[in-house]
């Protein structure tokens, strides 16, 4: 996206019902410019309608809660919900809202133990953040966006802060390789479309048979690097983005 099409899909997505007048004067653009885009970018042509009265509306809104992000995940509610839920109850949810969005469920390769393995590492992080108030912090598992041809967003779990969104990736193993980073960080710019300029993106490689592991490891390619952690060690991403022990 260039940096029209993404300050277009973040008027919308902040509203409650936005008109395209309303949109040229909000980014100081001529009427034209934003109609092209309004017409033409699979963005908002994808994740985005207008209704009757020609208010433009985002099926993600880009405020707490993310109203609408449920509709493209297996599971999704606040953390308290989520930790107040039985693990079976939760699988089952969990499940349901796969075959909901069109997740394959084919377990023949663990599938169903990579769901648990996630949903217990995140119930040890929230256990290691007893201190913390995450009760209304939004948690999303299997992200799946799929619209025409143009938008794929995937994640495994998304955890909702005031500030900061992390994509979190899980891998049931204990070595770290190049291209589990490299999928880690390969939705991580469209999520940052997704949830708006209010919102830093941190994806992380969580690899659930490690133990001890907490570094950043560079990403092919480019100079960025990526946290990758053991699951022991998830509470140290948290804490060093939202600074719980200072």
Request: negative net charge; aromatic residues 14%; hydrophobic residues 40%.
């Amino acid at each position: 996206m260039d940096i029209i099409e993404r300050d277009i899909f973040a008027a919308i997505c902040g509203s409650d019902g936005i008109k395209a007048s309303k949109i040229a004067r909000k980014l100081n653009q001529d009427r034209s410019v934003i109609n092209h885009y309004l017409y033409a970018s699979p963005y908002m042509h994808e994740l985005c309608y207008q209704d009757k009265s020609y208010n433009w509306h985002g099926y993600i809104r880009q405020m707490r809660p993310h109203r609408g992000l449920e509709d493209f995940c297996g599971y999704y509610s606040t953390v308290r919900e989520f930790l107040d839920l039985g693990e079976e109850e939760w699988f089952e949810s969990l499940k349901d809202g796969c075959a909901r969005i069109g997740r394959n469920l084919n377990d023949t390769r663990g599938l169903f133990h990579s769901f648990r393995d996630a949903a217990q590492t995140m119930r040890r992080l929230f256990d290691d953040l007893e201190t913390v108030e995450y009760g209304d912090w939004e948690i999303a598992f299997e992200l799946r966006i799929r619209k025409a041809r143009y938008i794929r967003i995937y994640a495994d779990v998304l955890v909702i802060t005031e500030k900061y969104v992390f994509s979190l990736e899980f891998k049931m193993n204990d070595k770290i390789e190049e291209k589990e980073v490299s999928q880690a960080a390969k939705y991580s710019a469209y999520q940052e479309v997704l949830f708006g300029p209010e919102y830093d993106v941190i994806p992380v490689l969580v690899l659930t048979r490690a133990a001890d592991l907490y570094r950043y490891v560079p990403l092919a390619g480019t100079t960025a690097e990526l946290p990758v952690c053991s699951g022991d060690m998830l509470f140290n991403i948290f804490d060093e983005y939202m600074g719980f022990l200072d």
